[in-house]
């Protein structure tokens, strides 16, 4: 690998099969940049004009119960929705449209509007897990539901619309473009090897150990040999797991304490707050099995030199393929060394 360290290169990411263009003569340490103040807003742990603190009323009108812990309701201005009726629309086999059903939900994880998910506690953050779990298996029971997403916009670089800390949920009937690519990776894997792609490369990652940044008995962290992002992290279940609701009561608490873990790691990179998007890719729902899914959560961090630097995907990005300066090897290296400071 050492030949390519200063060499532009391009690494294949076995999950999408797709590129990445990854260019480190141009900056091997991202640290060394200039580092700007934070924004640094102090925000109370209640707010009256929020529309997710307990109590207040939401943009749609509806008024939140006043909650102690997560609290979750139907998206007010869901982008799909339940009732509409299925129809496929084509000409020529050049403009095709199909409609699409599905329910969208908002989940708030604490009645605290002052908290990162983060900074939140490892108990507070499992009762988050646990609905996370139970909403893929419920939305994913409903009939015709295919794809459970569950994700997080945090910070206002990210387009979250609101600082309290939230995340949304949306199911619908078919499996969106990303974790398509990777069910087709997934299974062509299984198929050619008669293996999991994600525990074949774990052990792989695990045996090499320079992109990993913090491991429990149930998850590992590492950035993924083709992370596009300047701090892409990936969460990978360690045991064979396809979904959320598979995982024992003790993996759920390894879960929790490892998402604090990495957020808390993120918060030191730069001055906090450490802006991102972040969500899980779990298997189809609809009752097949699909053993070649394995459990994952994807972090995208845009921030690249300082709470104000961020990577742009622009140009060469949106025109030919993702490109990143900084290797992933130099960033699981510092995220390892933050992620192992006690907070
Ligand atoms: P972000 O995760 O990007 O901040 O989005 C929050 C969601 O919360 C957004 O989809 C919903 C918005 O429609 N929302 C409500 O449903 N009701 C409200 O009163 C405020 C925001
Ligand atoms: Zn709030």
């Not at 599905?102 to 609905?131: N, Q």
């Not at 730069?270 to 729902?285: E, I, L, R, V």
Request: hydrophobic share 35%.
């Amino acid at each position: 690998m050492d030949v390519w360290r200063g060499n532009p290169h391009r690494r294949l990411n076995v999950l999408t099969g797709e590129y990445v263009l990854v260019s480190p003569h141009r900056a091997m340490r991202p640290w060394l940049g200039q580092v700007d103040a934070a924004p640094g807003t102090i925000r109370p742990p209640y707010d009256p004009s929020c529309s997710l603190c307990p109590g207040n009323e939401r943009a749609g009108g509806a008024r939140n119960p006043d909650y102690a812990g997560t609290f979750l309701f139907d998206n007010d201005f869901s982008a799909l929705l339940p009732g509409v009726v299925s129809e496929r629309w084509e000409r020529e086999n050049l403009l095709v449209a199909e409609t699409e059903r599905g329910v969208c939900r908002v989940l708030c994880y604490s009645p605290r509007h002052d908290l990162t998910l983060g900074e939140m506690e490892t108990g507070a953050i499992r009762k988050v897990v646990d609905v996370w779990g139970d909403e893929y298996a419920e939305l994913g029971a409903l009939p015709g539901i295919r794809h459970v997403q569950i994700f997080e916009n945090c910070g206002a670089m990210m387009g979250a619309s609101n600082p309290h800390p939230h995340g949304q949920i949306w199911a619908e009937e078919k499996i969106p473009n990303e974790p398509a690519k990777e069910a087709a990776c997934q299974l062509r894997h299984r198929e050619e090897r008669h293996s999991c792609l994600l525990c074949d490369y774990l052990d792989l990652e695990t045996r090499e150990n320079e992109r990993i940044v913090w491991k429990n008995e149930s998850f590992t962290a590492l950035v993924p040999f083709w992370a596009v992002w300047p701090f892409e992290v990936m969460l990978v279940a360690r045991p064979h797991r396809g979904s959320l609701p598979e995982l024992s009561s003790s993996e759920r608490d390894d879960l929790a304490e490892i998402l604090r873990r990495i957020l808390r790691a993120y918060d030191k990179v730069f001055d906090a707050p450490f802006p991102y998007s972040m969500g899980f890719h779990q298997k189809p729902t609809g009752g097949q099995d699909h053993p070649e899914w394995h459990l994952h959560a994807h972090f995208y961090p845009p921030l690249l030199r300082s709470t104000t630097i961020r990577k742009f995907m622009v140009g060469y990005e949106m025109l030919a393929q993702p490109q990143r300066d900084i290797t992933p090897e130099s960033s699981a290296e510092r995220l390892r060394e933050l992620a192992a400071k006690e907070s």
